[in-house]
């Protein structure tokens, strides 16, 4: 059975969309593309379940698999915490072991807080971000100064690119073959866009080509990677949360929340999801 969520909401018609397959035992590569292709959602997670919670876990997006995908890993432990209520949840993922905290209030929603790989960053090549500048409709005088851009890392690589304005990012309009065939070269899987309300509260959009998506409106494993470049640049303290407002230009506005751990490079990212059929 294919379930459908959306994650980093408490609104259907909100936050991101993510097939979850909770046993998929017996299904093969080529099946679970399939599957993934069908359902049309940026990715669809399937669980293979190993005993005493816990699950390895792999994510496909109607293109290709993925290592590791946020929103469809909190969707995934909101399913698992409906049925089976509070606890932590162990997945293996292609790119490592992630633990997933699950709150399940009696008659009331789920929280999940999944803690991501290690998160890592690094500045990106200048003629890279030339390019992906050209591919985004953006130039040079649209970066916010305060925030160089970067490839970060919690699983996957995302280019980090800070705007100077929320109407910038309001206006993104890129060129999906141009953009896609960069990140292809280059292995990022998304663009991070995002601009700065305040030091701690930012906005974010996602350009997702390699799954053949073109905006993605909550992505929990970019927001990792941002929150441990914010860490790793000093731009926060240990002790803040990061909120990021998402999906809000789609019209799926999403909510997620990241925190880095004190000594430890990775990263929280929490947030609700929500069943929903489709009409």
């Not at 990263?267 to 009409?279: D, L, M």
Request: one cysteine or more; proline letters at 7%; aromatic letters at 8%.
């Amino acid at each position: 059975m294919i379930l459908r969520y959306a994650a980093f909401t408490a609104d259907p018609s909100g936050g991101n969309p993510a097939g979850v397959v909770l046993d998929a035992a017996g299904h093969t590569d080529a099946e679970m593309l399939a599957i993934a292709a069908e359902v049309g959602y940026s990715e669809t997670a399937f669980l293979f379940p190993e005993g005493d919670d816990r699950y390895t876990i792999r994510y496909f997006s109607p293109l290709a698999e993925v290592a590791f995908c946020g929103h469809a890993t909190i969707a995934t432990s909101v399913a698992i915490g409906e049925r089976t209520g509070s606890g932590t949840i162990h997945l293996t993922t292609k790119a490592g072991p992630v633990d997933v905290d699950v709150v399940a209030e009696p008659n009331g929603p789920v929280t999940a807080t999944l803690t991501s790989p290690p998160a890592t960053t690094r500045p990106a090549d200048h003629a890279d971000v030339e390019a992906a500048l050209r591919a985004l409709g953006y130039s040079a005088a649209d970066l916010d100064p305060a925030f160089p851009v970067h490839v970060a890392n919690a699983g996957m690589n995302h280019l980090v690119v800070g705007l100077a304005s929320r109407e910038l990012l309001a206006a993104l309009d890129y060129d999906f073959e141009a953009l896609g065939a960069l990140m292809a070269a280059r292995d990022w899987i998304t663009v991070n866009l995002f601009w700065a309300e305040s030091p701690t509260v930012f906005h974010a959009r996602n350009p997702f080509p390699p799954g053949g998506v073109v905006e993605d409106p909550a992505t929990g494993a970019a927001a990792a990677a941002f929150t441990g470049y914010l860490r790793d640049l000093a731009l926060i303290k240990e002790d803040d949360v990061v909120t990021i407002h998402q999906g809000a230009d789609m019209g799926r506005p999403s909510l997620l929340t990241a925190a880095p751990l004190t000594d430890d490079q990775r990263i929280r990212v929490s947030g609700r999801a929500v069943r929903f059929t489709e009409s």
